[in-house]
């Protein structure tokens, strides 16, 4: 089975870090773990199947996976790699 590169974008860094963040100033570093835990298990699944996700509604050029109710990621592929491009809250006004 063919497994594909990822890449994290700079964005994707920053907004994985700030929802780690967000999640230990308003839960437990149980919840925190749980939610790196989710994020690790998405990133094996999508070595292997790169169109896991859908796409996504607002940018149909990005794919959006669910992590949580509160969370989402969106990627893009880019032949045999796919970039993580930001994790964003459900809730917000985002722009994918």
Do not use: G
Not at 17 to 35: N, P, Y
């Amino acid at each position: 089975m063919k497994e594909y590169q990822i890449f994290w974008s700079p964005l994707a860094e920053e907004t994985y870090l700030e929802t780690i963040s967000q999640i230990l100033k308003h839960w437990t570093v149980k919840e925190a773990v749980d939610f790196e835990a989710k994020v690790e298990s998405l990133i094996r699944k999508l070595k292997t199947q790169k169109r896991l996700c859908p796409p996504s509604d607002k940018q149909k050029n990005l794919l959006r996976c669910v992590i949580t109710s509160q969370s989402s990621i969106v990627y893009q592929i880019n032949d045999d790699v796919i970039e993580l491009v930001a994790f964003f809250d459900n809730r917000s006004e985002h722009q994918y």
